[in-house]
C-alpha cells in the first residue's frame, strides 16, 4: 500500500477530526458548562405555538406541559396551528380549549396543508407575547423551563435561548441510540453555545425575542429544515443564541428504522440546501468562530460520513464477504482456519502491529470518550439508564448509520431528489 | 459588530493535532526500520538453513547416506514452511504505511530468490533421495487483478494440512516486479493468468479446486493413501 491516496484522506480526516475535538474540548476547559442561574425579576408574556399535523396522539400531552409551566397562568399564550390535520387533531385542539375556558389558547385551522413555516408565521402574526416560543406536537415540555429560559434574555444581544433537548422514548436499539445521540449532542452545543456557534435552534421548545424574529422576516416557508434556517439567519445578523443545559424538553424520536431514515434524510438534506444558500458564511471572518469554524465543519461532515461509508465497506464488509467465498472452497472447514490462527498467533511478532493506527486510534477512542463521559455528566444522565447496551450499541451502531444516511442524502442531491415538508 | 475568534484555541489545537499526528508517522517510520532489520535476520538465517542442507545432501550423495533422507526431507518441509511465514510476515509489513520501499523491495526480492533456492534444491534431492514429494508453485497477484487468489490459498493451505511434508508449496507474487526471475519463469511456463500452479513442471492455469487438486496429485504420489 505505501502512502496511498486513501491513506492520504484518512490521514486528513483524523487530522481534521482531532483538531476539533481538541478544539471543543479547550474551549469547555476555558469556559467551563455550568449555566449562570438567573433568578428571574419580571414575567413578560411568552407565546407558545404548536404546529400541529395529524398530531392527535401527543397533542393534549404537550398542551397540559405548556399549561402546567412553572409562570403566571396569564402571561402564556398559546396557539394550536392545526396544518389541514386528516385525523382528530381538530377536534382534540377545540377539547382542549373548552376543557381550559380561563387559558388564553387560541386555534389557527389551516384549509390546506401549508407547512411548518407558513403555520409559525401565521401564529407569529396575532402572536402578543414579547418571546415567542415553537413546541412541536411530539415533545413534552419541563414545567422550569420559562423561568430559566426568560433571564437569559436581560442581555440585549440574545435572539434565542434553547432547553436541554432529551429523547421521550428511548425505547427498542433505534430509541436507545438516540438517547445517546442527543445527549453528546447536547453536551457539544452547550459548548459551541459559549462561542456562539450553535447552528440550529430546534423545533422542541426554542424561545426567541419575537421582536428579532420580526426583524428578520420570520420563518421560511419553503425550507425543509427551516429550523436551521432561521438559526444561519441569526448568526448572519449577529444575535446570540444561548444553549442552556439546566432545563429539558423531551421529545418524541422515530423508533422504525424508515421513520428514522425519513427524519434524518430531511435534515441533513436540508443542512446541505441551506450551507449552499449561505456559503459566503463559510470561512467568513465577518461570523468569528461560526464564520470560521462552524460552517466548514457542517459543510465537510456530511462528505466525510460518505467517505467513511465507503471505507467501513471496503474495509470490513468486503473482507468479510470474500473470507466467506473463499472458506467455501474447503467447505467451510474449521480446522483450517484454526491451524492457520494457530499459526499467526504462535509466529505473531510485536513489529507486526501497525503502530501509526494504534497512536491514531488510541488517541481518538480517549477523547471520544472523553466526550462520552463528560456529556452524561453534563446532562445529569447515567449511562446504565436506559440499559447497559446503549452507550455500545451507540458507539459501534451510530457513525455506520449515519454514514449510510449521508450516502442517501448524496444520491438524492446528485439526481435532485428533494422532499416536500 | 465584531465576532469574537477563538484564535488562541484554534492554534491550541492545531498544535496539538499535528503533534499526535507526527508523533504517530515518527513511530510508524521508526518501526519500519526496525522491521526491515527483522527481515535481514530472518533471511540470513535462511540462506545459513539452506547452506546446511544442500551440504548435508551433497554429503548423503557422496557418502550413499540414503538412510539420511528422511531427516533431509523434513528439515526441507519445515525450512519452506518457514520460510512462507516470513513471507507473509514481509507482506503485512509492506501493507503498512512505510518510507521505505526501497527496503521492502529488497526484502521481497531476497524472499523471491530464497524460495526458489529451495525449490531447486527440492527438486534435485528428490533424484537421489527419491521421496514420494509433489512441489507446487503458486503463482498469484495482488487482489485486484486476482480474484480467486484467496479461494486458492485456500485450498493450498487445506490441502498443506493434510499431506504435511509429502507437499511443499511455494508462492510467487507475480505483481512484484523488482526480481526478473519471476519474469522469466513465467515466460518459461507460459504463464498468463492468476492464480496459476505449477505442480512439478505442469501448469495448471485458473483457480484449482480442492477435487480437482487431490486427482492431480494423486497421479503423482505413489504411495496414494490419503490423498485419493
Given at each position: 500500500m505505501?502512502?496511498?491516496?486513501?491513506?492520504?484522506?484518512?490521514?486528513?480526516?483524523?487530522?481534521?477530526?482531532?483538531f476539533?475535538?481538541?478544539?471543543?474540548?479547550?474551549t469547555?476547559?476555558?469556559?467551563?458548562?455550568e449555566?449562570?442561574e438567573l433568578?428571574i425579576?419580571?414575567?413578560?408574556k411568552v407565546?407558545i405555538?404548536v404546529?400541529?399535523?395529524?398530531?392527535?396522539?401527543?397533542?393534549?400531552?404537550?398542551i397540559?406541559s405548556i399549561?402546567?409551566?412553572d409562570?403566571?397562568?396569564?402571561?402564556?399564550?398559546v396557539?394550536?396551528v392545526?396544518?389541514?390535520?386528516?385525523?382528530?387533531?381538530k377536534?382534540?385542539?377545540?377539547?382542549?380549549?373548552?376543557?381550559?375556558p380561563?387559558?388564553?389558547?387560541?386555534?389557527?385551522?389551516h384549509?390546506?396543508?401549508?407547512?411548518?413555516?407558513?403555520?409559525?408565521?401565521?401564529?407569529l402574526?396575532?402572536a402578543?407575547?414579547?418571546?415567542f416560543?415553537?413546541l412541536?406536537?411530539?415533545?413534552?415540555?419541563?414545567?422550569?423551563?420559562l423561568?430559566?429560559m426568560?433571564?437569559?434574555?436581560?442581555n440585549?444581544?440574545?435572539?434565542?435561548?434553547?432547553?436541554l433537548?432529551?429523547?421521550?422514548?428511548?425505547?427498542?436499539?433505534?430509541?436507545?441510540?438516540?438517547?445517546?445521540?442527543?445527549?453528546?449532542?447536547?453536551?457539544?452545543?452547550?459548548?459551541m453555545?459559549?462561542?456562539?456557534?450553535?447552528?440550529?435552534?430546534?423545533g422542541?421548545?426554542?424561545?426567541?425575542?419575537?421582536?428579532?424574529?420580526?426583524?428578520?422576516?420570520?420563518?421560511?416557508?419553503?425550507?425543509l429544515?427551516?429550523?436551521?434556517?432561521?438559526?444561519?439567519?441569526?448568526?448572519?445578523?449577529?444575535?446570540k443564541?444561548?444553549q442552556?443545559?439546566?432545563?429539558?424538553?423531551?421529545?418524541r424520536?422515530?423508533?422504525t428504522?424508515?421513520?428514522?431514515?425519513?427524519?434524518?434524510?430531511?435534515w441533513?438534506?436540508?443542512?446541505?440546501?441551506?450551507?449552499?444558500?449561505?456559503k459566503?458564511?463559510?470561512?467568513?471572518?465577518?461570523?468569528?468562530d461560526?464564520?470560521?469554524?462552524?460552517?466548514?465543519?457542517?459543510?465537510?461532515?456530511?462528505?466525510?460520513?460518505?467517505?467513511?461509508?465507503?471505507?467501513?465497506?471496503y474495509?470490513?464488509?468486503?473482507?468479510?464477504?470474500?473470507?466467506?467465498?473463499?472458506?467455501?472452497?474447503?467447505?467451510?472447514?474449521?480446522?483450517?482456519?484454526?491451524a492457520?490462527m494457530t499459526n499467526?498467533?504462535l509466529n505473531f511478532?510485536?513489529?507486526?502491529?501497525n503502530?501509526?493506527?494504534?497512536?491514531?486510534?488510541?488517541?481518538?477512542?480517549?477523547l471520544?470518550?472523553?466526550v462520552?463521559?463528560?456529556?452524561?455528566?453534563?446532562?445529569?444522565?447515567r449511562?446504565?439508564?436506559?440499559?447497559w447496551?446503549?452507550?455500545?450499541?451507540?458507539?459501534i451502531?451510530?457513525?455506520v448509520i449515519?454514514?449510510?444516511i449521508?450516502?442517501?442524502?448524496?444520491?438524492?442531491?446528485?439526481?435532485?431528489?428533494?422532499?416536500?415538508? | 459588530?465584531?465576532?469574537?475568534?477563538?484564535r488562541?484555541?484554534?492554534l491550541t489545537?492545531?498544535?496539538?493535532?499535528?503533534s499526535?499526528?507526527?508523533?504517530?508517522?515518527?513511530?510508524?517510520v521508526?518501526?519500519s526500520?526496525k522491521?526491515?532489520?527483522?527481515g535481514?535476520?530472518?533471511?540470513?538465517?535462511q540462506k545459513m538453513?539452506?547452506?546446511?542442507?544442500?551440504?548435508?545432501?551433497?554429503f548423503?550423495d557422496?557418502?550413499?547416506?540414503?538412510?539420511h533422507?528422511?531427516?533431509?526431507?523434513?528439515?526441507?518441509?519445515?525450512?519452506?514452511?518457514?520460510?512462507?511465514?516470513?513471507?507473509d510476515k514481509?507482506?503485512?509489513?509492506?501493507s503498512?504505511?512505510?518510507?521505505?520501499?526501497?527496503?521492502?523491495d529488497r526484502?521481497?526480492?531476497?524472499?523471491?530468490l530464497?524460495?526458489?533456492?529451495f525449490w531447486?534444491?527440492a527438486k534435485?534431492?528428490?533424484e537421489?533421495c527419491?521421496?514420494?514429494?509433489a512441489?507446487?508453485i503458486?503463482f498469484?497477484?495482488?487482489?485486484?487483478?486476482?480474484?480467486?487468489?484467496?479461494?486458492?490459498?485456500?485450498?493450498?493451505?487445506y490441502l498443506?494440512?493434510?499431506?504435511?511434508d509429502?507437499?511443499?508449496?511455494?508462492?510467487?507474487?507475480?505483481s512484484?516486479?523488482?526480481?526478473p526471475?519471476?519474469?522469466?519463469?513465467?515466460?518459461a511456463y507460459?504463464?498468463?493468468?492468476?492464480?496459476?500452479l505449477?505442480?512439478?513442471?505442469?501448469?495448471?492455469?485458473?483457480?484449482?479446486?480442492?477435487?480437482?487438486?487431490?486427482?492431480?496429485l494423486?497421479?503423482?504420489?505413489?504411495d496414494?493413501?490419503?490423498?485419493?
Amino acid at each position: 500500500m505505501y502512502v496511498t491516496i486513501t491513506s492520504i484522506l484518512i490521514w486528513l480526516i483524523y487530522i481534521i477530526s482531532l483538531f476539533f475535538l481538541t478544539f471543543w474540548l479547550l474551549t469547555f476547559l476555558e469556559k467551563g458548562l455550568e449555566d449562570e442561574e438567573l433568578k428571574i425579576t419580571s414575567f413578560p408574556k411568552v407565546t407558545i405555538t404548536v404546529p400541529a399535523y395529524n398530531e392527535e396522539k401527543g397533542l393534549a400531552e404537550t398542551i397540559y406541559s405548556i399549561l402546567e409551566l412553572d409562570y403566571p397562568k396569564e402571561k402564556i399564550e398559546v396557539i394550536i396551528v392545526n396544518d389541514c390535520s386528516k385525523d382528530k387533531t381538530k377536534e382534540i385542539a377545540i377539547q382542549l380549549k373548552q376543557d381550559n375556558p380561563n387559558r388564553d389558547i387560541k386555534i389557527i385551522n389551516h384549509k390546506i396543508n401549508q407547512g411548518k413555516g407558513k403555520g409559525m408565521n401565521n401564529a407569529l402574526k396575532i402572536a402578543k407575547g414579547e418571546f415567542f416560543v415553537c413546541l412541536d406536537a411530539d415533545s413534552v415540555i419541563q414545567n422550569n423551563a420559562l423561568k430559566k429560559m426568560i433571564p437569559v434574555f436581560e442581555n440585549k444581544r440574545v435572539s434565542a435561548v434553547l432547553p436541554l433537548m432529551k429523547v421521550k422514548n428511548p425505547y427498542g436499539l433505534m430509541g436507545k441510540l438516540q438517547w445517546c445521540e442527543y445527549l453528546i449532542n447536547l453536551f457539544y452545543k452547550g459548548i459551541m453555545g459559549k462561542i456562539d456557534c450553535v447552528h440550529v435552534a430546534p423545533g422542541p421548545f426554542s424561545v426567541y425575542r419575537k421582536k428579532v424574529l420580526d426583524e428578520i422576516g420570520g420563518f421560511d416557508e419553503n425550507n425543509l429544515t427551516e429550523d436551521l434556517e432561521i438559526t444561519f439567519r441569526l448568526q448572519k445578523s449577529h444575535y446570540k443564541i444561548v444553549q442552556l443545559l439546566n432545563t429539558s424538553v423531551y421529545t418524541r424520536v422515530p423508533l422504525t428504522w424508515k421513520a428514522f431514515y425519513k427524519q434524518r434524510n430531511r435534515w441533513y438534506k436540508g443542512t446541505m440546501i441551506n450551507m449552499f444558500g449561505y456559503k459566503d458564511m463559510i470561512m467568513n471572518k465577518k461570523y468569528g468562530d461560526f464564520g470560521l469554524l462552524q460552517m466548514p465543519k457542517i459543510f465537510i461532515s456530511g462528505f466525510i460520513a460518505v467517505f467513511v461509508f465507503f471505507l467501513i465497506v471496503y474495509h470490513l464488509l468486503r473482507p468479510f464477504f470474500k473470507f466467506i467465498y473463499n472458506t467455501s472452497f474447503v467447505n467451510f472447514n474449521f480446522d483450517i482456519f484454526l491451524a492457520t490462527m494457530t499459526n499467526k498467533i504462535l509466529n505473531f511478532s510485536l513489529l507486526e502491529l501497525n503502530y501509526t493506527n494504534i497512536i491514531f486510534g488510541v488517541t481518538s477512542i480517549a477523547l471520544a470518550l472523553t466526550v462520552l463521559k463528560l456529556s452524561f455528566r453534563y446532562t445529569k444522565e447515567r449511562y446504565s439508564n436506559q440499559g447497559w447496551i446503549s452507550v455500545p450499541a451507540y458507539l459501534i451502531l451510530y457513525g455506520v448509520i449515519a454514514s449510510g444516511i449521508w450516502l442517501g442524502v448524496f444520491i438524492d442531491l446528485i439526481f435532485r431528489r428533494v422532499q416536500k415538508w | 459588530m465584531v465576532r469574537r475568534i477563538s484564535r488562541k484555541n484554534m492554534l491550541t489545537a492545531g498544535i496539538i493535532t499535528l503533534s499526535i499526528f507526527i508523533i504517530g508517522i515518527l513511530v510508524g517510520v521508526t518501526m519500519s526500520e526496525k522491521r526491515v532489520a527483522y527481515g535481514d535476520e530472518q533471511m540470513i538465517e535462511q540462506k545459513m538453513e539452506l547452506d546446511s542442507l544442500q551440504l548435508q545432501y551433497a554429503f548423503i550423495d557422496q557418502a550413499n547416506l540414503v538412510n539420511h533422507c528422511a531427516a533431509l526431507s523434513t528439515a526441507i518441509d519445515e525450512n519452506v514452511k518457514k520460510l512462507g511465514i516470513i513471507g507473509d510476515k514481509i507482506q503485512t509489513f509492506s501493507s503498512d504505511i512505510n518510507f521505505d520501499e526501497e527496503e521492502y523491495d529488497r526484502l521481497k526480492r531476497e524472499y523471491v530468490l530464497s524460495e526458489m533456492r529451495f525449490w531447486l534444491f527440492a527438486k534435485k534431492s528428490q533424484e537421489i533421495c527419491k521421496k514420494d514429494v509433489a512441489s507446487i508453485i503458486y503463482f498469484y497477484s495482488n487482489e485486484a487483478d486476482c480474484f480467486d487468489c484467496g479461494a486458492q490459498s485456500k485450498v493450498l493451505t487445506y490441502l498443506k494440512e493434510q499431506l504435511q511434508d509429502r507437499l511443499l508449496i511455494f508462492s510467487i507474487d507475480t505483481s512484484f516486479k523488482g526480481e526478473p526471475l519471476i519474469g522469466m519463469l513465467k515466460e518459461a511456463y507460459g504463464i498468463e493468468s492468476y492464480p496459476s500452479l505449477l505442480i512439478n513442471d505442469e501448469l495448471h492455469p485458473g483457480l484449482v479446486d480442492e477435487e480437482d487438486l487431490r486427482s492431480m496429485l494423486c497421479k503423482i504420489y505413489e504411495d496414494k493413501n490419503g490423498v485419493c
